[in-house]
């Protein structure tokens, strides 16, 4: 695959070669297809799917996301629901909270969000959320089902980085792709699903972090390049293979400036790149449009 970069265009003032991957656009798009079919849903069902978010303590950019999970499920005619825990909540309090929506027929998806206040065991919670309604898919037998690529739910932000890569024509059948990052929630579950057997798929992947030794080195080496380590403008343009597509999932926000950045120096990659997502306006907004797909699936799922 040779991707050529374009002519300069100018953008905020900043000379861009490389073709941005709008995630905002792609999100309405995709929020209108689920908005159609949410419809359509509730008229053979009668049945309106809801998210119960819960969220621990008053994290600014939770509220943040929050916020933005309800906007989107306004959008497409999905009920939401907040639930409120104090800082100070304990891990019983919180596990009770998800007791009582895992019986509850009216909630079909159940997001918590993180992180957890430090005396709540992450893992111990995960564990608690219904398998079926599970729409983070953070629970392990999720986990493992999307690892031996029978996936329940698509884990919200790797699906949005595939989502954004096809849904612009771009192949990721054969291609090198180079993952900065191995959290449980991007890169491990990014890099099971894109090594996967299948369309969309059938990548070679390589997943670097932080004692990968000649690291430019490696993503150089990246087809396609995705960056999920939480360092603001870690990846310089010198790291970046010239065409190579790049896809930043860093959000990161620089108090000083009092501005959101991502984990890519998007003015020096830009210049490389033949395609990157921009950050905000990128593979964040695809995630929030996943965890909405995830809970129209939780509502098919219940049913049958
Ligand atoms: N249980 C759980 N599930 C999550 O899916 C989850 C989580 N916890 N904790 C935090 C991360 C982060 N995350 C984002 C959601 C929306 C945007 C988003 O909408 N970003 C906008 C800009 C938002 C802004 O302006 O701050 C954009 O990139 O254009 C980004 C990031 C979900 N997460």
């Known amino acids: 695959m040779v991707w050529r970069p374009r002519a300069a265009e100018s953008k905020a003032g900043i000379d861009v070669t490389a073709e941005i ?12 297809e689920i908005a159609d079919e949410v419809a359509e849903f509730f008229q053979e069902s009668g049945i309106t799917p809801c998210l119960a978010a819960v969220l621990v ?24 629901q907040l639930h409120r825990l104090p800082e100070d909540a304990t891990q019983d309090d919180l596990l009770e909270l998800i007791k009582k ?18 005396q709540i065991d992450e893992s111990r919670i995960l564990q608690a959320v219904h398998p079926w309604k599970d729409v983070d898919a953070f629970h392990p037998e999720n986990v493992g089902r999307i690892v031996q690529g029978r996936p329940r739910f698509l884990p919200c932000t790797p699906h949005g980085v595939q ?24 890169g491990k579950p990014l890099a099971a699903m894109l090594m996967q057997r299948g369309p969309g798929a059938n990548a070679t992947v390589t997943v670097c972090h932080s004692r990968t030794k000649n690291l430019a080195e490696v993503t150089r080496m990246a087809d396609i390049l995705v ?9 310089k343009a010198d790291m970046v293979k010239p065409g190579a597509i790049v896809v930043d999932v860093g959000i990161n926000r620089l108090e000083a400036e009092n501005k959101l950045v991502g984990d890519v120096d998007f003015e020096g990659v830009s210049q490389v ?20 797909q995830n809970t129209f699936e939780a509502a098919r799922l219940q049913l049958a």
Do not use: W
């Open 57 to 80: 303590g008053d994290d600014p950019a939770s509220e943040v996301y929050v916020r933005s999970k309800r906007k989107a499920c306004e959008r497409t005619g999905l009920d939401s």
């Open 101 to 118: 929506l895992n019986v509850d027929h009216n909630v079909h998806g159940i997001l918590v969000q993180l992180p957890l206040p430090k």
């Open 21 to 32: 991957l709008d995630g905002k656009a792609l999100a309405k798009t995709i929020q209108e």
């Open 273 to 292: 790149a033949s395609h990157i997502t921009p950050v905000p306006g990128g593979v964040g907004r695809l995630t929030v449009t996943m965890v909405i």
């Open 227 to 235: 960056v999920a380590i939480g360092v603001p403008e870690f990846i």
């Open 163 to 186: 989502e954004i890569l096809l849904r612009n024509n771009i192949e990721i059948e054969g291609q090198h792709v180079v993952i900065v990052g191995r959290s449980d929630i991007v």
